[in-house]
């Protein structure tokens, strides 16, 4: 079973920064593919942003050019970097891990993102 242990997240103004990081307790096939998902109060889970070990990235249209991902493949640390952050971006964010980008079968606890106007 692949734990996933997230930590960052927080308070933040609307145009502020946060960063966000995942650690996994593996590095295997399992953990290919890494991501971070988020889910809004009263709103379904979406994908966010996600990053193979080939280092390819893939971001949602609402993140694009504010969010960075990265991993460290040495230290199985996924990170999200968040900037010019917005209210709409107040969210429970999730990392996730998986064989592929398409399927993410291990999921962290969980950490609130919260950006006040």
């Known amino acids: 079973q692949v734990q996933l242990v997230e930590s960052g997240g927080g308070l933040v103004q609307a145009g502020g920064s946060l960063r966000l990081s995942c650690a996994a307790s593996?590095?295997?096939?399992?953990?290919?593919?890494m991501g971070w998902f988020r889910q809004a109060l009263g709103k379904e889970r979406e994908f966010v942003a996600g990053?193979?070990?080939?280092?390819?990235?893939y971001y949602a249209d609402s993140v694009k050019g504010r969010f960075t991902i990265s991993r460290d493949n040495a230290k199985i640390i996924v990170s999200l970097q968040m900037n010019s952050l917005k209210p709409e971006d107040t969210a429970v964010y999730y990392c996730?891990?998986?064989?592929?980008?398409?399927?993410?079968?291990?999921w962290g606890q969980g950490t609130q993102v919260t950006v006040s106007s």
């Open positions: 996730a891990a998986g064989a592929a980008m398409e399927i993410f079968d291990y």
């Open positions: 593996e590095r295997s096939c399992r953990t290919s593919a």
């Open positions: 990053i193979r070990w080939s280092g390819s990235t």
